[in-house]
């Protein structure tokens, strides 16, 4: 027999086992974590595998204490002694309500008519800032140790451990993969409460050789100024990519060959480790008086538009300052009151600079000075004072003196005149630009009524004016019903689940109980998934009972809602017929179930 023979004859044997396997469909539910603390995540992965690419999507078990969210899905198909292989996870990213131990029930996936349950998951949530022991992460990486080789990691560092406030750490988060990635990398920053952060630089790519292994890094460093003392946490950082997945080849497997067809990618996500740094205040020794809390290594400057003006004519003064440390929190020098100037705020504005990874840049604040009087007037020096983290001390920098030389006012224009006073007459010696005032105001009623209050022009008036206001509140519903979905799904809620109870009611009249039973039952969920803006397959009975037992509702429409599932669930599981009058009560019953449910906000 010839070895094109011997193949096609496995084939023929293979051929009713995988037949006779069409139905076999299983499911699994892990957790990327055991133990998770009080305000963390942990993702749920659901996977569906079968013989065959069209897997049904599982109903989601009661999640009523977590907030969660879909995070995508991901298939992987193989082919293993003629026989195809195909696995879908659907990955969901909860986030607990408090602490405790809550036990997750099984997903379920009906499949030919069949119903099949996946395991249980178990999660401890721990209360915020606690120290999770048994804490499980599949397919994580941890920072990098001595003889680690594995495929992709991430490491986290910073230039200093201790620090003053608002005094700049860097922060170097460096991603190493040495593995072609199917995706972009979805990168998540570390969590940076008590920080004021920048971005120092774009991200670098480069290579580095690590225990001997190629790596690809990209780089992304970020500037954090601590707005308070005391050991401050730095959060993890996290990377998630799809890497190649491939399973491993048998050599006595004759359709090996195929397996560098199906290379499927999987997610992988990689964490760097939390860090500390400890920050201190700063030291009350030496603090100026006029001292705003601002960190760095400063100059200032200053500078005039002109040197001659006239009294009440301003002149500009530029206040420049220049330096490394956070620019943008740097504060505007203080400027006394002055007995020969009016002094107002013109403008301010900065430039950040980014060299060799430290933050500096240039702030500039105009004011705008006006004098009073004529001659040789001086604008004093302006201090400006910092606290140098290098020196660990304070310093006070001063701008120079300016001289102006202030002309009297041309004749006609304003300036400041002596008093003097006159018998009889109260006036303030500051008092600038006094009118005579009339003392009667003469006639100011009106002859005649105006038009705009004539019966005939408000009634002629007032009817577009309804028109343009209930056309505009049409098209304002029309876009919030077109922009928010969640909105529209509210409003038509009620109305599509009329549409469900008829099309229920034609199904009860024509003997089908199994059909009509179903429509009930995605009658009520429909409706609870529109007014919650989510999607109904993910609802169980259990679910939604307790989305009842939130919102309020009283013991009587619980037990309604739960003896229609009973009777649903009996209807579609078991082989005795319905008779025909327990269908119309229970078309009776979904017509007060829904009816109840208007009463109660649901939310």
């Not at 963390?40 to 999507?57: A, C, D, M, R, W």
């Not at 403008?347 to 000075?369: P, Q």
């Not at 201090?383 to 009297?408: C, H, M």
């Not at 006094?434 to 009623?445: D, L």
Request: glycine share 6%.
């Amino acid at each position: 027999m010839s070895r094109v023979s011997r193949i096609f004859f496995v084939l023929l044997c293979l051929i009713p086992a995988a037949l006779a396997a069409q139905d076999d469909i299983s499911i699994a539910m892990s957790l990327s974590r055991d133990v998770v603390n009080l305000g963390s995540q942990v993702t749920l992965t659901i996977t569906v595998s079968g013989p065959q690419q069209n897997l049904p999507k599982p109903e989601l078990p009661n999640l009523s204490m977590f907030d969660y969210y879909p995070q995508g899905t991901s298939t992987n198909i193989s082919i293993v002694n003629g026989r195809v292989e195909a696995a879908l996870a659907y990955n969901y990213l909860l986030t607990p309500r408090r602490e405790g131990t809550f036990v997750i029930k099984p997903a379920v996936v009906v499949y030919n008519q069949k119903r099949y349950e996946s395991n249980d998951a178990t999660l401890k949530v721990l209360a915020a800032g606690a120290t999770a022991r048994h804490d499980k992460r599949p397919q994580e990486q941890p920072d990098t140790q001595e003889g680690d080789d594995r495929p992709i990691f991430l490491t986290a560092e910073v230039n200093k451990k201790r620090a003053y406030v608002n005094e700049q750490i860097t922060l170097r988060v460096k991603f190493y993969h040495a593995v072609q990635l199917y995706s972009q990398p979805d990168y998540t920053a570390p969590q940076t409460t008590d920080f004021w952060t920048d971005i120092i630089d774009p991200q670098k790519s480069y290579y580095e050789v690590v225990n001997g292994k190629r790596y690809k890094v990209i780089e992304i460093n970020t500037a954090l100024f601590p707005t308070r003392s005391g050991d401050l946490k730095i959060g993890s950082a996290m990377v998630t990519a799809t890497v190649p997945s491939k399973r491993r080849s048998r050599r006595l497997d004759p359709f090996t060959v195929f397996d560098d067809f199906f290379v499927q990618g999987e997610k992988v996500t990689a964490r760097s480790k939390p860090l500390s740094v400890t920050v201190r205040p700063l030291p009350a020794e030496g603090k100026p008086t006029d001292f705003s809390g601002t960190v760095g290594n400063f100059k200032i400057s200053s500078s005039v538009d002109k040197a001659a003006v006239e009294v009440n004519q301003p002149v500009t003064v530029t206040y420049k300052i220049t330096g490394t440390g956070n620019i943008a929190t740097v504060a505007e020098p203080a400027i006394g009151d002055l007995k020969d100037f009016r002094i107002y705020r013109a403008s301010s504005s900065e430039k950040v600079s980014k060299l060799n990874g430290v933050i500096g840049g240039t702030k500039i604040f105009e004011e705008a000075y006006i004098p009073k009087r004529a001659g040789k007037l001086t604008i004093p020096p302006v201090e400006f004072s910092f606290f140098d983290p290098t020196s660990g001390s304070y310093k006070v920098f001063s701008t120079r003196a300016i001289i102006l030389n202030v002309t009297p006012a041309e004749e006609g224009e304003y300036a400041d005149m002596p008093f003097r006073p006159v018998a009889g007459r109260v006036v303030d010696p500051n008092a600038k630009d006094i009118r005579f005032i009339k003392t009667s105001p003469g006639e100011i009623g009106l002859r005649k009524p105006l038009v705009i209050f004539r019966p005939v022009y408000l009634v002629i008036n007032i009817i577009p004016v309804l028109v343009l206001a209930a056309v505009w509140v049409g098209s304002k519903r029309r876009e919030k019903l077109a922009s928010d979905l969640g909105y529209a799904r509210s409003s038509g809620a009620r109305k599509l689940a009329k549409k469900r109870l008829a099309a229920a009611s034609k199904l009860a009249r024509s003997n089908r109980a199994t059909e009509f039973y179903a429509e009930i039952r995605l009658a009520i969920f429909s409706y609870i998934a529109d007014k919650l803006n989510i999607s109904p397959h993910g609802l169980t009975s259990d679910g939604l009972l307790d989305i009842l037992k939130e919102a309020g509702s009283d013991e009587e429409l619980e037990r309604w809602t739960a003896d229609l599932f009973r009777r649903a669930d009996f209807a579609q599981y078991s082989a005795v017929d319905v008779p025909q009058h327990e269908v119309m009560q229970s078309l009776k019953l979904a017509e007060k179930i829904l009816v109840r449910l208007e009463e109660i906000s649901i939310a």
